[in-house]
């Protein structure tokens, strides 16, 4: 088990954290941002969750917009925002897992999720990082 300041790595992210991935499934259901939510490949075992979001509350050009969550025993996790537009993808992730690119804990910045940087969570808790990630898509919407 690492340590929840992410200091210390172990060699892989683990298995999905299935407690956890329906803790964020819940918490998706009564967010008013979310359209859809559902495991892949299945609710029995459950290696992805993934949100399809209210697209009414984009402008025309993004034709659609989604989250994919993957969360781990090791308190490692994925969170992959991705719109569609129709000029391309435009895209970033938080990240908490192993690597050799930057910092356990690290984002990986839009428009095409290439560039990535260090980041600072003052707290691991998925519901913490759940409300992290949902501020920025609503400032996202804004500056839309």
């Keep these: 088990m690492s340590s929840p300041s992410g200091d210390s790595a172990p060699e892989s992210t683990g298995p999905p954290d299935r407690q956890t991935l329906r803790l964020l499934e819940r918490q998706l259901a009564s967010d ?11 609710p029995y075992e459950p290696r992805l969750l993934r949100a399809s979001l209210a697209t009414e509350q984009y402008p025309d050009s993004v034709t659609t917009a989604r989250i994919d969550v993957r969360w781990f025993t090791t308190n490692d996790f994925s969170i992959h925002y991705l719109e569609d537009r129709s000029s391309g993808q435009w895209e970033c992730r938080w990240d908490r897992h192993p690597n050799t ?4 804990v690290h984002f990986h910045e839009p428009p095409t999720g290439a560039s990535v940087s260090d980041l600072e969570l003052s707290s691991l808790h998925p519901l913490d990082i759940y409300a992290t990630v949902f501020e920025a898509i609503e400032r996202r919407i804004e500056t839309l």
């Design 32 to 42: 008013p941002l979310v359209a859809t939510a559902q495991f892949e490949p299945d």
């Design 101 to 104: 690119h930057n910092a356990r």
